[in-house]
Each structure stands twice: as structure tokens, then as C-alpha cells.
């Protein structure tokens, strides 16, 4: 039995593409490991439940806890620091790029040498230094699923770009495969490294989620929009704006994600001087990933905001829309590129509207609340697409292909 190594800097449960890439090998008859780190503690309890649900998946985790192992990770954290430092005075001289970018990247090196294996799958460009070096070291093969354009992730430059763009010039052509997460990743990366041909992989799930479409006996507009944490710059100021804009039209909206109690003050205060009614705004936390789904389900319309900060921000095709689709939401989207390309490909699931401006959005809501047949429409194209095309069991394919390819060289 061939083995595989999933290498992530960041915890399973907040990486959804990482977990369908283990199940689907693991599935597929592979010997899987995932090596995280956990530096999300509001994930524990769904890492956990994940581990118990997969028995057969070795989880092992690299690095320190921010609470119950807090003295090391503070060190850590100290540790990092001052190789950032250092990176700004020397360069790349001793390797000090690999572990400056990570939090625990010696911890997720070490790990992954110890597990022998003929496949390194780095996630997360932070993990990419482990896979490849791992890979060397075993004689295996080695890819990255890169679910963002990393170099373009920041709107200016500084030591954190020029950190990013130094580890993909260095490991990038050590890379026997490379999965992207939109064609306009994708598209942007062959253009710099033309010899990856990279395959893309969209952020969908599996079609067998199916929850049932809530349909609306009230005159309300439901709008839901969820990230692992809700904060500024994700558009959800835009989204509140709208809804005081359209005063005279009933709209409630949910939001799902780890909130501060600062940050929860601050979207409180934009929607009382929108004029836009707070009782009407939801707060969930966070949740597994199966009940995502339902409660999606049970709105109208999922709204994905995104602002173009970054080019990164414009390439993105983040599992929100993935999500929606599902769930059977109509998707609201703003004009990002590849957001507009998304709804030019497939123009009868959403209504695309400019980003930042309260009154486009409101212009698309008001037509929803205007033309319900449209609403439910839309919403039930939402629900067959992804049943039928725009879904994991379909992507699946294309990754096993791609490791068995992998493999056979």
C-alpha cells in the first residue's frame, strides 16, 4: 500500500480542502497521514470529532497549543520573530526564509521526515518547505494545492511578500504537481511557472450534503454570509449598508464565524447609523461543517463580498460560493474577477454587484424582494448545478488521476 503525507500549517478542520483530500485518498485505498499544527483553538472540538470519524487517518500534530502548551508557544512565537529579524538583515543565508514564514516550520519538518512515504502534499504555502524537503530526503514525490495566489496576498510590498515570493522561486520548480484553487490562480501561476501545468481544483463539496431548501413563508429577504472569523474588509459593512438603504424592504441577515466582542460592537454601531434595524442581524459561532450546510439552507440569498485588496483577493473563488450553491442560495457576488467570471459561466444561480458600494448591492436585493420567482429560480439552479456538475465527487476524479499519475512516474 502506497503512503501519502498531507503537510498543513494550520489545523484540519479550519482546512476543508485539506480533509477531502485526505478522506479521498484514504478512500481510494492510500496509507494517509496529515500533519497540522494547531493554531486555531476554536477548531479543537471539530479536529476532534474528525479524528473519530476517520480512525483510519493518522493525525499528528506538530508544533505547540496556544493554551494548554503555552510557554513553548509563546517561544515559538519569540523564535519566529526574531528569524523575521534576521531575514531582514542576512537574507535567505542559512535557509532562515523556510522557517520564518511558519509558525512551527522546524516542528512540521521534523514530523514530516519521520513518516516515510512515496507523496508529500504540502497545504498551505507555509508547509511547502516540509514537503519538498521531506520528499528529498525519502525519494518520494511532492505537489502543493495552492488555494491562494500567495505571492499577491499582500496590497504592498514588505518583508512577508518578498518572504513568499523567495519560497515559491525556490520550491516550486521542485514540484511534481501543483492544484490551484480557480482558474485565475491558476492562470497566474503557469504564467510564471509554465512547466507546472497547474490542475484546478475548485472549492466544492460533496453532493451528497443535500439539505433540504427552506422555502420562505415570510416577506423577508434571509441573507447569510460565514467565514472562519468575521472582521473588517470582508464586505460585511457593505452588506449592512444596504439593508438601511432599503428600509422600506424586510431583510435579515446571519452571520457565522468566530466574532470578537469589539468587532461585533463595531458592525453593530455601521448598521445603527445605516438606519438599518440590529434585531434583524444574527450572530451564529462557529460550527461543523455538516451543519454549515443546513443553516444556509434555511436562507435566500448567500452573499460573498469580497473586496479587492490584493490581487489574490481578485483571483479567489473562495467555498463560500461552493457552499451557497449547495445550500441552494441564490449567490450575490461581488465584482471581483473572478467572482464576475464565475456568474458570466453560470449567470442563472446569482447577480453580481460592485464592491464597497451599499447602493448596488441594494439595487440587486431590492430586485429579489421585487421579482420572487426569479429569487426561487435562481436558487433551485443553484441547488442543480452543484448537484450535478460543480461538486466534489466530480473534482475528486481529477485529483486521484493526478496522484496516480504522480505516482506512476
Avoid at 439539505?211 to 470582508?234: E, K, V
Avoid at 451564529?284 to 454549515?292: D, F, G, M, S, W
Wanted: include cysteine.
Amino acid at each position: 500500500m502506497q503512503s501519502i503525507v498531507l503537510v498543513s500549517s494550520g489545523q484540519p478542520s479550519a482546512n476543508p480542502r485539506l480533509v477531502k483530500e485526505a478522506v479521498a485518498l484514504n478512500d481510494d485505498g492510500y496509507n494517509v497521514t496529515v500533519i497540522y499544527v494547531p493554531i486555531s483553538p476554536w477548531a479543537d472540538e471539530f479536529d476532534e470529532e474528525l479524528f473519530r470519524t476517520h480512525p483510519t487517518i493518522k493525525f499528528i500534530q506538530a508544533g505547540y497549543h496556544i493554551e494548554s502548551q503555552r510557554w513553548s508557544y509563546k517561544w515559538s512565537r519569540f523564535r519566529r520573530k526574531l528569524l523575521v529579524a534576521l531575514y531582514k538583515i542576512t537574507g535567505d543565508k542559512f535557509n532562515i526564509a523556510d522557517y520564518s514564514t511558519a509558525l512551527f516550520g522546524q516542528e512540521l519538518l521534523k514530523e514530516a521526515i519521520k513518516q516515510k512515504a512515496d507523496l508529500y502534499v504540502a497545504h498551505n504555502l507555509a508547509a511547502l518547505p516540509a514537503a519538498v524537503k521531506a520528499a528529498r530526503l525519502n525519494a518520494a514525490k511532492v505537489g502543493f494545492d495552492a488555494e491562494d495566489f500567495h505571492r499577491e496576498e499582500f496590497n504592498s510590498s514588505g518583508v512577508e511578500k518578498t518572504l513568499t515570493i523567495q519560497i515559491e522561486n525556490k520550491y516550486f520548480p521542485h514540484l511534481d504537481y501543483l492544484s490551484v484553487a480557480s482558474p485565475l490562480i491558476g492562470k497566474a501561476y503557469a504564467e510564471i511557472f509554465p512547466e507546472l501545468n497547474p490542475l484546478i481544483i475548485n472549492n466544492v463539496f460533496s453532493a451528497k450534503v443535500n439539505p433540504p431548501i427552506a422555502s420562505n413563508g415570510s416577506s423577508t429577504l434571509r441573507l447569510f454570509w460565514f467565514s472562519q472569523s468575521i472582521g473588517r474588509g470582508r464586505g460585511i459593512e457593505t452588506i449592512i449598508k444596504a439593508m438601511g438603504i432599503l428600509n422600506d424592504v424586510s431583510i435579515s441577515l446571519t452571520l457565522l464565524g468566530n466574532i470578537s466582542a469589539e468587532m461585533k460592537s463595531y458592525l453593530l454601531k455601521i448598521a445603527d447609523e445605516a438606519a438599518a434595524p440590529s434585531s434583524y442581524i444574527t450572530f451564529n459561532p462557529p460550527v461543523a461543517e455538516a451543519e454549515i450546510f443546513k443553516i444556509a439552507s434555511q436562507h435566500d440569498i448567500g452573499v460573498g463580498g469580497e473586496i479587492p485588496s490584493c490581487l489574490n483577493r481578485e483571483f479567489c473563488l473562495t467555498n463560500k460560493i461552493f457552499t451557497y450553491l449547495l445550500a441552494g442560495n441564490a449567490l450575490v457576488l461581488s465584482d471581483t474577477q473572478a467572482q464576475k467570471k464565475f456568474l458570466e459561466d453560470y449567470p442563472a444561480v446569482g447577480s453580481i454587484f460592485r464592491s464597497e458600494e451599499p447602493e448596488s448591492l441594494a439595487y440587486v436585493l431590492r430586485q429579489y424582494a421585487n421579482e420572487p420567482d426569479l429569487l426561487v429560480t435562481h436558487r433551485m439552479n443553484a441547488r442543480e448545478i452543484a448537484l450535478n456538475e460543480l461538486n466534489w465527487e466530480k473534482e475528486k476524479e481529477k485529483f486521484i488521476d493526478k496522484v496516480v499519475s504522480v505516482l506512476s512516474k
